[in-house]
């Protein structure tokens, strides 16, 4: 068994994959193992990823697979995962060389579930310094979440004990993985150290395909919502689950919708998305944690016409 797998699924990165997988390969923590997926990648990902696996045979292994997006890349490579803990790092990011080291002898020093460190945000030649809240309890996790998985060093016991898997097909994958895994992190800490560079680029799947994107947080919550029922976890977290849905309906959501050139689709979306809101949670308005500051934006929302909202964001983006 090795202390850590680094899982990195792999999509037509080939410009990124030399700074991305040398970060990892010349970690100071030695008894790791990268996995890494080819997820049927047209570029050359898949020769310079062979060219790292015959170089470092005792570190990389290589799996490659057709196109099903990150979500099937990820899962793939749990099956795989020898790790004492697990963490998953995008092609295109980097990695401090100390980061698994630091992360691995501060979950051994605690026992902890799960560890999660800050990270600088790159956007071409801007650099901002994010820090990673520390939670007075799980609970809050629900409340500000930051739901990406590459700057969370996960217990691999607890992983799959949990049974919580990306759910495939979805674009928004990381957000259903994190809030079905909250129940299970009974032991977590902070790095305040920024010990990942996240690289966000101008054509990633996370900066494009807007009306597709929007989309697809439907069904990705409602996947939540029915994995929560199904593991009986939903009456003890109920009023998180739902402050969970509702902000991402009601804020990243609908500005999104806003960002879609069709006022047609964008009503239609507007539709769906409070239909499914109010069928799940139909009196969402009284939940107990849009009550105070950081429930202002949402008790506003719920005052004015949505649609309304997003007309005026849209007339501003365009």
């Known amino acids: ?7 990195v699924p792999v999509y037509n990165a080939e410009k990124y994959l030399n700074k991305s997988i040398g970060s990892l390969i010349n970690q100071t923590l030695e008894d790791i193992e990268i996995i890494a997926v080819n997820d049927g990648s047209k570029d050359n990902s898949l020769d310079i990823l062979r060219e790292y696996e015959r170089n470092y045979p005792d570190k990389i292994i290589v799996l490659s697979k057709e196109n099903g997006g990150q979500a099937t890349a990820r899962n793939m490579a749990l099956k795989f995962a020898t790790g004492e803990y697990i963490i998953c790092i995008d092609a295109d990011d980097y990695v401090d060389l100390s980061m698994l080291e630091k992360m691995y002898n501060k979950a051994k020093e605690g026992d902890f579930d799960c560890v999660f460190c800050d990270h600088y945000e790159i956007r071409e030649n801007e650099r901002k310094y994010k820090t990673f809240k520390d939670y007075i309890d799980k609970k809050e ?3 500000d979440a930051l739901v990406s998985p590459w700057n969370k060093l996960i217990n691999r016991d607890t992983l799959l004990s ?5 759910p495939e097909g979805y674009i928004y994958e990381d957000t259903a993985w994190f809030a079905n895994l909250i129940p299970f992190l009974n032991k977590y800490t902070v790095i305040h150290e920024p010990l990942l560079f996240h690289v966000i680029q101008a054509n990633s ?4 395909r807007q ?6 947080i439907l069904p990705v919550l409602n996947s939540v919502v029915d994995f929560y029922k199904k593991n009986s976890l939903y009456n003890e977290y109920y009023s998180e689950i739902e402050y969970f849905y509702l902000r991402i309906i009601l804020m990243s959501s609908l500005l999104r919708v806003a960002r879609i050139k069709t006022k047609k689709i964008r009503n239609e979306m507007i539709k769906d998305s409070f239909l499914e809101l109010k069928k799940h949670f139909p009196k969402y308005k009284k939940n107990p944690y849009i009550k105070g500051k950081k429930g202002l934006y949402l008790r506003l929302i719920n005052r004015i016409n949505a649609r309304f909202f997003v007309f005026i964001f849209s007339i501003k983006n365009d």
């Open 1 to 7: 068994m090795k202390k850590v797998s680094v899982i």
């Open 141 to 143: 996790m629900y409340i």
């Open 162 to 166: 949990s049974n919580v898997i990306f």
């Open 205 to 208: 799947t996370m900066t494009s």
């Open 211 to 216: 009306e597709e994107r929007t989309a697809n």
